[in-house]
Nanobody
Framework: QLVGAGGGFVQSWGSLRLSCVAS????????VGWFRQVPGKEREGVSC????????KYGDFVKGRFTISRDNAKNAVYLQMNNLKPEDAGVYYC???????????????????WGQGTQVTVSS
């Protein structure tokens, strides 16, 4: 089970830190990803990190504003989001790729387990 949290309402240029805590699996053993979705659009890859702090990727729109990280002691993965823009608003999901652990992809259909999503709202 993945439990996502940390969303909320912020003004432009603000920051949020999303968390995703796992139970029933050791997150560090898997590739994890963060995705976002707005109504009417396909789920979009934000960031991913391969197992054991391996390869990391970010969507082109991130442009150095977000950082994905792990806390193995808490069996959690985080997404620190800085300099948020109104276009960053959406429901953010964490996910686990059960099959590929040495690489990561921003393609949402590669992921097997999903958190419930947390809403991010950014005002202009």
């Amino acid at each position: 089970q993945l439990v996502g949290a940390g969303g909320g309402f912020v003004q432009s240029w603000g920051s949020l830190r999303l968390s995703c805590v796992a139970s029933g699996l050791t997150l560090d053993d898997f590739t994890v990803g963060w995705f976002r979705q707005v109504p009417g659009k396909e789920r979009e890859g934000v960031s991913c990190k391969a197992s054991h702090d391996g390869l990391t990727k970010y969507g082109d729109f991130v442009k150095g504003r977000f950082t994905i990280s792990r806390d193995n002691a808490k069996n959690a993965v985080y997404l620190q989001m800085n300099n948020l823009k109104p276009e960053d608003a959406g429901v953010y999901y964490c996910a686990v790729d059960n099959l590929v652990i040495s690489q990561c992809t921003l393609n949402y259909y590669e992921y097997d387990y999903w958190g419930q999503g947390t809403q991010v709202t950014v005002s202009s």
